[in-house]
């Protein structure tokens, strides 16, 4: 495996860093205690293309590889975790689906205003009694012959109020079982769609997170991606590919908790020298580091199988599990690290450390990753 980054790789690194740093670290503490949505900031990251990477040129899109969206996602992951949960949901999730199984009227109208950053999208699986268990879904998508009627209700929605295009799944026929779910494309103004107060979460507050209600809306059928039946299929496939954006989210996190300790250990004294001087601190900097460059590289191993249209099933759930796990051990450490200073806001690694914790839960919680590799391992 060649560890060289490219010219173009290096150089997304640059940009994503910069952005990070002029345009979401300026009030990324006030966003989080008021759970403000970084409107004007996403507005940016979609204007300098981070939020169409990897769709194809002809949609509008970067036509970048997975590589450079794990690149990116981890810089902007290092400052602003409910910014880059934004950029994932859109790259992987929704643009994703669309550009893989989409037809071309959807692409034209839907893909190429996401990729550009225009408008952004949601991903609606999760409901109040279907949470790990995807197959239970109980919003209900009834054939009314050139349309169908959508109703019931999704949970935990990222980008709930914010987007304007959400793909829902839902059950049309619960005697065909997970065979009987449908996708559907949904606009936001569409009559009987109803967006539930947003979420007071622990971590990632910025983050626009509500419960999207559906009564009696008209979906036209041109707006079904796939076949009729398809839509479980679709759900997990993109989930897949979503897998290895919260997996970079993760790493990100990480990374900022750990480049902010490692800074503060050589500027703070006890009993008269730097910390960073004490073994007990270099012992935890290296753990730290030796954590997070094995999870960099699960990470950019399950992009790599990605790009080279390999089944990456397995490398996505392993750096998922993995690098969640680096994640809430090394903001945990970077507290500790702090001390007194690591439990206020203003030095950012509590703020890191509740942002950490997400990533064990949604797109999979770990116990699904490890149902999801064990499986591949024996296929079950």
Same mark, same amino acid.
């Given at each position: ?16 860093? &910069? ?14 205690? !008021? ?7 996403? !507005? ?17 899109g ?15 992951? !290092? ?17 994703g ?14 893909l190429?205003?996401? =990729? ?8 609606c699986?999760?409901?109040?009694? =279907?949470?790990s ?8 998508? $009834? ?18 109020n ?21 996708v559907?494309?949904? &606009?936001?103004e569409?009559?009987?769609l ?11 507050r ?11 809306v008209?979906?036209? !059928?041109?707006? *079904? ?20 954006g ?7 996190i990480?990374?900022?908790?750990? $480049? *902010? ?22 012992? @935890?900097? =290296?753990d730290?580091?030796?954590q ?8 950019l191993?399950?992009?790599?199988? @990605? ?8 490398a ?30 203003e030095?950012?690694? $509590?703020?890191?450390m509740?942002d ?18 064990s *499986? ?5």
């Amino acid at each position: 495996m060649n560890f060289e980054l490219s010219e173009e790789h290096l150089a997304v690194i640059e940009a994503a860093h &910069e952005f990070a740093q002029s345009d979401l670290l300026p009030g990324v503490i006030e966003r989080d205690t !008021k759970q403000e949505f970084p409107k004007e900031q996403i !507005k940016k990251m979609g204007e300098l293309g981070f939020l169409g990477m990897m769709v194809d040129p002809k949609y509008d899109g970067g036509g970048m590889d997975t590589v450079s969206y794990v690149l990116a996602m981890e810089e902007i992951s !290092k400052v602003d975790a409910s910014a880059s949960i934004v950029m994932s949901v859109n790259n992987s999730l929704v643009c994703g689906g669309l550009e893989k199984y989409g037809n071309e009227e959807q692409k034209e109208k839907y893909l190429t205003r996401l =990729a550009r950053g225009e408008i952004i999208g949601a991903f609606c699986l999760s409901e109040p009694e =279907a949470g790990s268990d995807a197959t239970s879904q109980s919003t209900t998508a $009834e054939d009314k012959g050139d349309y169908y009627l959508l109703n019931g209700t999704k949970n935990w929605i990222t980008n709930g109020n914010s987007a304007s295009v959400y793909l829902v799944i839902a059950q049309t026929d619960p005697s065909k079982k997970h065979h009987g779910i449908n996708v559907l494309i949904v &606009e936001k103004e569409t009559e009987g769609l109803m967006v539930g107060k947003k979420e007071d979460k622990l971590g990632i507050r910025g983050s626009d997170t509500h419960s999207l209600m559906f009564t009696d809306v008209k979906v036209p !059928k041109k707006n *079904r991606i796939g076949k009729d039946g398809f839509g479980f299929h679709f759900a997990m496939d993109t989930l897949n590919g979503g897998r290895i954006g919260v997996a970079s989210q993760a790493l990100g996190i990480a990374s900022g908790a750990y $480049e *902010r300790s490692l800074a503060y250990s050589k500027e703070r004294k006890a009993f008269g020298v730097e910390i960073s001087k004490h073994q007990a601190i270099q012992f @935890k900097l =290296a753990d730290m580091a030796t954590q997070i460059d094995a999870a960099r590289l699960l990470c950019l191993r399950a992009a790599i199988e @990605k790009d080279q249209k390999k089944d990456f099933t397995t490398a996505s759930a392993m750096a998922k599990l993995f690098a969640s796990k680096v994640a809430m051990d090394v903001t945990v450490e970077a507290v500790q690290i702090h001390g007194g200073y690591g439990y206020v806001k203003e030095y950012h690694v $509590e703020r890191l450390m509740r942002d950490a914790k997400i990533t064990q839960i949604y797109e999979g919680t770990s116990e699904i990753q490890k149902i999801v590799i064990s *499986r591949e391992l024996l296929k079950l």
